[in-house]
């Protein structure tokens, strides 16, 4: 009894203490708990929480009641005043007959005044119950600050953020009714993996925050992060539908010794970025790379609006060629970023971050409109039978908008460029994700005479049937398969069966990446039309494309493997 941090106490049937534990007499004011041996808390408490309590003392004694977790103030004077939950049973002899009675009491102050708060403050998410983000913020400053003071002998805690992986699908199609449904369930799961003293908070739409204080060490956080996670696999049953969720958690430790709360809330959300990018389900625990990471991302994001607005860019054209003839074809235009720190950007260092933030969209746009534009200035200046063609890249992120044939066509009526001699390309992947939504879009583009190629084939494990259902014209075999093609091997074995494919199913194919006259001749045994890659040429500015148009393929477009060599550019 003496160890433990509950009062605890028993009393005759005259409601006077025959023992109390140590607790309950340091409470009482007393060093010996002896001492409050045949007294009460008309002894010790204020009076009208003395008579209160002695009241139901007699109740219990009298009518054999029990009272279980009752809140009640004790107060004594002179002391600040404490909230306790108390349990009260009677107790009876071997006849069963009462005695006396026996309580226990758990001090709730703490609980008592954070709950006062919310109240007061109305810092509280009205669905789930929960504390909203004002009052997480609070609590997480209090322990910042607390770590400051005691420097580091305090107790070590985290901040968890979380976030319910599918939750807007079940939104969208469930309806909303089930949406609030699955958040409080939710709630009160992640809850069940906690303990009383950890703060479980909901911080906006399907997003919750957890406080985890005390903790001994980084591994304790992570814990708690699978217990949520395994609790949160179990389905749910919503709206009278059983759904599966999950949830992604990010997770930030005060051992990185923060001085501002919101820089520890800042360093969660972005490990919760992290795990959600690593493919969902999934817990991440912030470390200072991850930080160095944001800020570059930060600072990308920042560099490409400001990109978009002052124009930045440049189209770099890349020949394609024909094989037959060793002619001009057309070009592949490619984006270029005049960064004005850091010279020219090549497209894998912005593109992902452009469709992440939407910026593809005017960015892909202009490129557009630029490529159009340029490529009919070309067929005025240069007219060729049949005329060149200018391929530009779409990412999945255009795809997906329904205004895209408008937007095309819009181009194509400002620059005056003939549809027929547009090709948007598409990457595999991206047709993969694109679905429904996607093909509508295609088909119109293909209804409109716009040419459409599918970039980077080989690559996205697209399965032939599926393909067959776009409007489709033409596959570009992907770089990795031309480079390790040599005489022979299985991967020239890969490239053959795609060109049989292709053509069995009506459809053309470019080979990217060229690089050797000796995978040239491999192509050209293949069948396969048209290549683009440096043995031709790199991707090169306007003007070095023009002269290229003025003067004609040079010689060593036409040269055979024997005595051809890769052109550096
Ligand atoms: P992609 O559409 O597959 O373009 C071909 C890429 O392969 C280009 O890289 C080109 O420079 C490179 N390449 C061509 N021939 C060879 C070769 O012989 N050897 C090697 N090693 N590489 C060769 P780049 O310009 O860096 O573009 C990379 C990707 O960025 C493009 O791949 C495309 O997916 C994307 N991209 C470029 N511009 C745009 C754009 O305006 N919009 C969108 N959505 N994506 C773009
Ligand atoms: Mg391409
Ligand atoms: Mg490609």
């Given at each position: 009894?003496?160890?433990?941090?509950?009062?605890?106490?028993?009393?005759?049937?005259?409601?006077?203490?025959?023992?109390?534990?140590?607790?309950?007499?340091?409470?009482?004011?007393?060093?010996?708990?002896?001492?409050?041996?045949?007294?009460?808390?008309?002894?010790?408490?204020?009076?009208?929480?003395?008579?209160?309590?002695?009241?139901?003392?007699?109740?219990?004694?009298?009518?054999?009641?029990?009272?279980?977790?009752?809140?009640?103030?004790?107060?004594?004077?002179?002391?600040?005043?404490?909230?306790?939950?108390?349990?009260?049973i009677p107790l009876r002899d071997s006849s069963?007959?009462?005695?006396?009675?026996?309580?226990?009491?758990?001090?709730i102050t703490e609980k008592k005044r954070f709950e006062a708060e919310l109240e007061q403050k109305g810092f509280y998410d009205p669905l789930t119950q929960l504390p909203n983000r004002a009052m997480f913020d609070k609590r997480v400053e209090r322990l910042v600050t607390r770590t400051r003071h005691l420097g580091p002998s305090s107790p070590l805690f985290a901040v968890a953020w979380l976030d319910l992986d599918r939750f807007k699908c079940i939104n969208e199609s469930l309806g909303h009714g089930a949406g609030d449904e699955l958040l409080v369930r939710t709630a009160r799961r992640i809850e069940a993996c906690l303990r009383p003293g950890d703060v479980l908070a909901r911080v906006v739409g399907d997003q919750f925050t957890v406080l985890l204080d005390d903790l001994h060490s980084e591994s304790d956080a992570v814990r708690v992060a699978e217990r949520i996670q395994n609790a949160m696999a179990l389905p749910l049953t919503v709206g009278g539908t059983e759904v599966f969720t999950s949830v992604s958690i990010?997770?930030?430790?005060?051992?990185?010794?923060?001085?501002?709360?919101?820089?520890?809330?800042?360093?969660?959300?972005?490990?919760?970025?992290?795990?959600?990018?690593?493919?969902?389900a999934r817990h991440e625990v912030f470390d200072a790379d991850m930080h160095r990471r944001a800020v570059d991302q930060l600072q990308l994001e920042t560099d490409l609006r400001?990109?978009?607005?002052?124009?930045?860019?440049?189209?770099?054209?890349?020949?394609?060629?024909?094989?037959?003839?060793?002619?001009?074809?057309?070009?592949?235009?490619?984006?270029?970023?005049?960064?004005?720190?850091?010279?020219?950007?090549?497209?894998?260092?912005?593109?992902?971050?452009?469709?992440?933030?939407?910026?593809?969209?005017?960015?892909?746009?202009?490129?557009?409109?630029?490529?159009?534009?340029?490529?009919?200035?070309w067929h005025d200046m240069c007219p060729t039978q049949p005329p060149l063609g200018i391929a530009v890249n779409l990412s999945t992120r255009q795809l997906a908008h329904a205004d895209l044939p408008a937007q095309v066509r819009h181009v194509l009526d400002q620059t005056g460029l003939r549809p027929s001699c547009l090709t948007l390309e598409i990457t595999e992947s991206a047709l993969m994700q694109s679905m429904q939504a996607g093909a509508a879009v295609l088909q119109e583009l293909h209804e409109m005479n716009v040419h459409l190629d599918v970039d980077d084939f080989g690559t996205g494990y697209s399965s032939l049937a599926y393909l067959q259902s776009f409007p489709v014209q033409t596959l570009k075999v992907d770089r990795s398969f031309v480079s390790s093609m040599h005489g022979g091997?299985?991967?020239?074995?890969?490239?053959?069966?795609?060109?049989?494919?292709a053509h069995n199913l009506g459809m053309d194919v470019i080979a990217e990446g060229v690089e050797t006259p000796q995978q040239l001749e491999l192509l050209r045994?293949?069948?396969?039309?048209?290549?683009?890659?440096?043995?031709?040429?790199?991707?090169?500015?306007?003007?070095?494309?023009?002269?290229?148009?003025?003067?004609?393929?040079?010689?060593?477009?036409?040269?055979?493997?024997?005595?051809?060599?890769?052109?550096?550019?």
């Amino acid at each position: 009894m003496d160890s433990m941090a509950e009062d605890i106490y028993f009393k005759d049937r005259n409601g006077r203490f025959t023992r109390v534990n140590r607790a309950m007499a340091n409470h009482l004011g007393l060093t010996d708990p002896a001492r409050a041996i045949g007294r009460n808390e008309m002894d010790f408490l204020c009076r009208d929480e003395a008579e209160h309590r002695c009241r139901d003392d007699e109740e219990i004694v009298r009518r054999g009641r029990t009272l279980v977790d009752m809140e009640e103030k004790w107060h004594l004077p002179g002391r600040s005043e404490r909230w306790l939950s108390t349990t009260k049973i009677p107790l009876r002899d071997s006849s069963g007959a009462i005695v006396g009675s026996f309580g226990i009491s758990r001090d709730i102050t703490e609980k008592k005044r954070f709950e006062a708060e919310l109240e007061q403050k109305g810092f509280y998410d009205p669905l789930t119950q929960l504390p909203n983000r004002a009052m997480f913020d609070k609590r997480v400053e209090r322990l910042v600050t607390r770590t400051r003071h005691l420097g580091p002998s305090s107790p070590l805690f985290a901040v968890a953020w979380l976030d319910l992986d599918r939750f807007k699908c079940i939104n969208e199609s469930l309806g909303h009714g089930a949406g609030d449904e699955l958040l409080v369930r939710t709630a009160r799961r992640i809850e069940a993996c906690l303990r009383p003293g950890d703060v479980l908070a909901r911080v906006v739409g399907d997003q919750f925050t957890v406080l985890l204080d005390d903790l001994h060490s980084e591994s304790d956080a992570v814990r708690v992060a699978e217990r949520i996670q395994n609790a949160m696999a179990l389905p749910l049953t919503v709206g009278g539908t059983e759904v599966f969720t999950s949830v992604s958690i990010g997770i930030a430790l005060s051992s990185s010794g923060y001085a501002r709360h919101d820089d520890m809330l800042r360093d969660a959300y972005t490990a919760l970025y992290r795990a959600k990018a690593a493919g969902r389900a999934r817990h991440e625990v912030f470390d200072a790379d991850m930080h160095r990471r944001a800020v570059d991302q930060l600072q990308l994001e920042t560099d490409l609006r400001r990109a978009i607005e002052r124009q930045e860019w440049v189209v770099h054209y890349q020949p394609i060629v024909d094989l037959q003839s060793r002619s001009l074809a057309g070009f592949e235009a490619l984006a270029r970023w005049r960064h004005p720190g850091r010279g020219l950007v090549m497209p894998d260092a912005f593109i992902p971050t452009a469709e992440e933030t939407g910026l593809i969209r005017p960015l892909g746009m202009w490129v557009l409109h630029e490529a159009c534009r340029q490529m009919r200035v070309w067929h005025d200046m240069c007219p060729t039978q049949p005329p060149l063609g200018i391929a530009v890249n779409l990412s999945t992120r255009q795809l997906a908008h329904a205004d895209l044939p408008a937007q095309v066509r819009h181009v194509l009526d400002q620059t005056g460029l003939r549809p027929s001699c547009l090709t948007l390309e598409i990457t595999e992947s991206a047709l993969m994700q694109s679905m429904q939504a996607g093909a509508a879009v295609l088909q119109e583009l293909h209804e409109m005479n716009v040419h459409l190629d599918v970039d980077d084939f080989g690559t996205g494990y697209s399965s032939l049937a599926y393909l067959q259902s776009f409007p489709v014209q033409t596959l570009k075999v992907d770089r990795s398969f031309v480079s390790s093609m040599h005489g022979g091997a299985q991967q020239s074995e890969i490239v053959r069966a795609i060109v049989g494919l292709a053509h069995n199913l009506g459809m053309d194919v470019i080979a990217e990446g060229v690089e050797t006259p000796q995978q040239l001749e491999l192509l050209r045994s293949l069948n396969c039309r048209r290549a683009q890659g440096f043995f031709f040429s790199r991707p090169v500015p306007a003007e070095e494309a023009q002269r290229l148009i003025i003067d004609g393929p040079p010689a060593f477009w036409s040269e055979s493997a024997a005595n051809g060599s890769v052109n550096a550019g």
